[in-house]
């Protein structure tokens, strides 16, 4: 195997055993001074659910379960709003299973509020990551090694 790539694998366990190491708090109360760059996770009953990574970690869980954030901007939100509703499928055609159309049923509309609710009151944790190759492979190796059922890395 490539060392330069070795080298980006062999720092992700210790960036695991960090993350896990953290106190979680609720996204709904972030810590004043937190990094800003890096991955997160977000647990429920002490189960991982979902890990992703972003530039901006306070803003990026913001819009996870902000109580005004929209569809696009909440996706695991959305995702649990899916789920709850038996709204499985995604299309990206115009209609009733879009974004947009799910949006105008007003069970499903409903089910996003509770979601974006829920997911304020999980469980995060983050580990600063700036390099953007470690950050990406950070992801995937947490998804994979904590088996977040939220995280399938399907193409859409």
Not at 54 to 71: E, F, L, P, T, Y
Request: charged share 30%; net charge positive.
């Amino acid at each position: 195997m490539d060392a330069v790539f070795v080298a980006h694998v062999e720092s992700l366990r210790p960036q695991l055993e960090k993350l896990l190491a953290m106190d979680s708090v609720k996204p709904s109360s972030l810590p004043r001074e937190m990094p800003k760059r890096g991955i997160y996770l977000l647990a429920e009953a002490g189960k991982d659910l979902y890990v992703g990574r972003s530039n901006d970690i306070r803003n990026r869980i913001g819009g996870h379960c902000r109580v005004g954030a929209k569809q696009g901007t909440a996706a695991f939100a959305f995702r649990l709003a899916r789920e709850a509703t038996g709204n499985l499928d995604a299309t990206y055609k115009q209609g009733e299973g879009s974004r947009e159309g799910l949006m105008k049923n007003a069970a499903f509309a409903n089910a996003f509020i509770e979601a974006k609710a829920r997911v304020r009151a999980m469980d995060l944790r983050f580990v600063e990551e700036n390099d953007p190759i470690r950050q990406t492979l950070l992801e995937v190796y947490v998804a994979v090694v904590r088996s977040t059922p939220y995280n399938d890395f399907d193409n859409h």
